[in-house]
């Protein structure tokens, strides 16, 4: 299968147009092809873009402006046309073009827009907008996309209601995936409470001395965020790439579990005012790290007062009252617990 | 004053003295400083009933006008005396019994007992002396502390007006500077014996004997009080000792054990913010002959300890100088809380909770979504927690209206913690908790009243009618129930302690 045949003027104009990878808009198409009028062009244009080797793009500073596609792509576009007209057709064709269905003008806007947006995906919203379209015809289009396999709707993490469209190809961002942390657009907790066990038990080992009722002493090299990213890095405990800032995100968890302690680099500061502005500091990937980590030997396993009685635990605490419906003299909670 | 507290105290009231003199004392706390005459219509009491009742409780209720705190306070006299006993010995710990039960206490009225001589009442009491747990009763000791405000503020508007009447605005700024004043006074006067410099230590043995012998209780006609706050700062010591004990090790434990006994002669009250400092080279000698347990060798192994504790987040180990060390108190108080409102948590809610009140801990001010990300959890998971805690006062919101019309869709709202806030929210449930077990407490003895009625009679206490099997086992059974519910209390007192009398 050639590409389709095009006539001297069309093959003229675009290897103008393929001057402007960019796209460019009629006025310097004028300025180039001096002895073209103006409807030469806009008649030029027309062939093209129903041949499909012409996109036209709306530009917020030069208006409607064209660009000449690949010649790849272009015969895709065609052998989609062609395929619809002639399906008995379809058997020979490649993979990508066997996708039944042909794409009307509409459907044709809605997958450039898309296209566009490569793998952070755009919402129905922003399609129709920039299109013009109405909405239902957008709706539609994205429909018969959709069953031609050419897009895919992706749901973004941040936005868990909206469906995002990007092309069926395309593996969605970081951004809309939410990172390393989750699988299936879902946060995984399992795999978080896992890799945070693990960074524990190798803090543990690397700031507590073999004897647990010994201490090291502030020289000691207290294991950082970079050691630790390095650390995961080769122990291979997981497949999943972590950044920098992945891993003092479980670390910053791990503190906030009271399972290490976050101490200052080089010494104690003891200024309570420079606390924030190292935080920043540290998110910073290429930064030198400030703090170093170490395991908290306290663990909350032994109870508290108040919570050991019913009443500390007890779900209806504000209600109970002597002489009302629930009372301590009355209550089945103190019974159980006194046991008899 | 809340609901809960008034109910405590009529029950501490009924536990210590009977009925009567609580339905006395409830009544002048809920009425304020009331005359006999008002009490008498109040409680529809005989007069004189009302009068001794009310003068009963000689420390709790005085001139008609009930004290909570000091009713409260009585809830902890188990805790006093037994510290006294651990501290000092047995006779210690009798005589602070006796001085709680009275009120007040002259040394020659005690008595030697079966296994108690003088001589060991006297050491028992030097030493009490000694550690000011016991203090020289002053005149002004009986008057109230209202009184003592009322004259204050009477003389001081005296002097200020120059026999014109005030005007309110004049009046409420007196009235703050008064204030002023006073915690200012509370925070600068020592109280107590002050520590002698130490020359030579056997001479000061010898001293001591010698005093010893002087010393006996038969010729002190004084009268003594209990010094509460020396008990509470004694107390509040060693807990914070524990503390490290958790968070370190036990060697780190003696050693700020060490420097607390050390300041404790110059310790007066538990609002001071700092103990007594400790020279640098002071230090490694306060744990003469001990092993510091530090894995590799380093110059100065004290020293180390305090780094230690200087680099945790709780800060409880303050420099001065850099050639002092110091205990933070205020600090170390703190962080006795936030441990306990973390174990609450941990308990109530369970870890995630824990996790994001920490994190608002120590980050201050986040949104929900915010909160979500760092905790590493589902928001929806986050949301669930948050109004958890806030339910039950450990977290709270603050909007933050983005336009002057306050709409909620065009607000923020961002959670946050407060210790104090919770502290006082976590003080009226330990009062009502309290409450609680002294009702139950009450409802178990009732339920066996026949039981209790029958050991008493005078026939199976004599050994002639015995109790059954079944009676034993049922009178074990009360036992262990009083003593789990009694255990409770002063856990549950424990809490209040720290919650309310270490700061
Ligand atoms: S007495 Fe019973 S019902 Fe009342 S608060 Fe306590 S546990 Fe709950």
């Known amino acids: ?340 | 004053m809340s609901q809960h507290e008034l109910q405590l105290c009529g029950q501490i009231l009924e536990e210590h003295f009977g009925c009567l003199v609580e339905k006395v004392a409830t009544t002048l706390i809920a009425r304020g400083r009331s005359t006999l005459p008002a009490l008498v219509q109040a409680t529809k009491l005989s007069v004189k009933i009302t009068r001794e009742k009310a003068t009963e409780g000689t420390r709790a209720v005085v001139y008609y006008q009930a004290s909570i705190r000091e009713i409260l306070l009585r809830e902890r006299f188990p805790l006093f005396i037994h510290t006294a006993a651990s501290l000092f010995g047995a006779p210690a710990g009798l005589i602070v019994q006796k001085t709680l039960e009275n009120g007040t206490l002259s040394p020659s009225k005690i008595g030697p007992t079966d296994d108690m001589s003088i001589g060991q009442l006297s050491e028992g009491m030097a030493q009490l002396l000694d550690g000011a747990f016991l203090v020289p009763l002053q005149a002004t000791d009986h008057v109230t502390l209202n009184d003592k405000l009322i004259r204050e503020e009477r003389e001081a508007v005296a002097n200020a007006g120059m026999g014109a009447p005030l005007t309110s605005t004049e009046l409420t700024k007196l009235r703050k500077s008064l204030a002023q004043q006073r915690s200012e006074f509370n925070q600068s006067v020592d109280v107590g014996s002050k520590r002698k410099v130490v020359l030579d230590f056997e001479d000061e043995e010898n001293k001591k004997k010698q005093r010893g012998e002087q010393y006996t209780i038969e010729k002190d006609e004084k009268f003594y009080r209990i010094n509460t706050e020396r008990f509470n700062l004694h107390l509040r010591n060693s807990q914070i000792a524990h503390y490290v004990k958790n968070y370190v090790n036990e060697t780190g434990a003696s050693l700020i054990q060490a420097m607390l006994n050390y300041g404790f002669p110059r310790m007066a009250s538990c609002k001071e913010k700092l103990s007594p400092s400790v020279r640098r080279d002071m230090l490694g000698t306060l744990l003469r002959g001990q092993d510091f347990n530090i894995h590799g060798r380093v110059s100065n192994p004290a020293i180390e300890y305090m780094d230690l504790l200087m680099s945790a987040h709780s800060q409880i180990i303050t420099n001065i100088d850099g050639s002092q060390y110091a205990v933070n108190l205020r600090n170390a108080v703190r962080a006795l809380q936030v441990d306990m409102i973390e174990s609450i948590i941990q308990e109530k809610f369970g870890l995630v909770s824990r996790r994001i009140w920490r994190l608002l801990h120590m980050r201050s001010k986040q949104d929900e979504k915010q909160v979500g990300k760092q905790a590493m959890v589902n928001n929806k998971v986050a949301r669930e927690c948050l109004y958890a805690m806030f339910k039950a006062g450990f977290v709270f919101l603050q909007d933050v209206p983005k336009t002057v019309d306050h709409s909620a869709s065009r607000t923020y709202f961002l959670w946050y913690t407060s210790v104090e806030r919770t502290c006082s929210i976590l003080l009226s449930c330990a009062y009502n908790t309290s409450h609680r077990l002294k009702l139950r407490r009450k409802k178990e003895m009732a339920d066996r009243t026949h039981l209790i009625e029958k050991t008493k009679r005078t026939d199976v206490l004599s050994g002639e009618a015995g109790l059954s099997e079944h009676d034993i086992e049922k009178l074990e059974e009360l036992k262990q129930v009083q003593k789990q519910l009694q255990f409770s209390e002063w856990r549950i007192d424990e809490m209040v302690m720290l919650l309310r009398d270490f700061q």
């Not at chain 1, 062609?82 to 993979?95: D, F, G, K, S, V």
């Not at chain 1, 947006?117 to 109405?134: E, F, Q, Y």
């Not at chain 1, 969605?172 to 945070?196: C, H, K, M, N, R």
């Not at chain 1, 030997?297 to 508290?304: E, H, I, L, V, W």
């Open chain 1, 1 to 340: 299968m050639g590409p389709p045949t095009l006539s001297q003027t069309e093959q003229t104009l675009l290897v103008t147009l393929r001057k402007f990878p960019k796209g460019t808009n009629h006025q310097a198409l004028l300025d180039h092809l001096q002895t073209w009028t103006e409807t030469d062009i806009v008649e030029g244009l027309n062939s093209l873009s129903s041949k499909h080797f012409v996109d036209f793009l709306e530009s917020s500073t030069q208006g409607v402006i064209f660009r000449a596609r690949d010649a790849e792509e272009a015969t895709k576009w065609d052998l989609l046309d062609r395929n619809a007209a002639c399906p008995h057709r379809a058997l020979t064709l490649n993979r990508e073009s066997r996708r039944t269905g042909s794409m009307n003008e509409q459907e044709r806007i809605v997958y450039q827009f898309i296209k566009a947006s490569s793998n952070k995906g755009t919402w129905v919203k922003d399609i129709k907008v920039k299109s013009g379209l109405h909405g239902q015809v957008v709706a539609q289009a994205i429909k018969s996309l959709e069953k031609k396999s050419l897009i895919k709707a992706v749901k973004s993490v941040k936005t868990p209601t909206k469906k995002v469209y990007m092309l069926a190809e395309i593996e969605p961002s970081a951004e809309l995936t939410g990172g390393a942390w989750y699988t299936d657009q879902e946060l995984d907790v399992e795999f978080i409470d896992q890799l945070s066990n693990q960074l524990f038990k190798y803090i543990g080992a690397k700031s507590i001395p073999p004897d647990p009722q010994f201490i090291y002493p502030s020289s000691h090299p207290f294991p950082t965020c970079a050691d630790l990213h390095r650390w995961i890095s080769k122990s291979g405990i997981t497949t999943v790439e972590l950044s920098r800032a992945d891993v003092q995100s479980l670390l910053d968890r791990l503190v906030f579990d009271s399972k290490i302690e976050q101490i200052p680099i080089g010494g104690t500061t003891g200024n309570d005012d420079d606390d924030e502005d190292l935080d920043e500091w540290n998110m910073d990937e290429d930064s030198e790290d400030v703090w170093a980590y170490r395991a908290s030997r306290r663990n909350f396993t032994d109870g508290s007062a108040w919570t050991d009685v019913p009443c500390g635990r007890c779900p209806v605490f504000s209600f109970c009252k002597e002489g009302g419906p629930v009372s301590p003299s009355g209550c089945v909670y103190f019974k159980k617990w006194l046991e008899y």
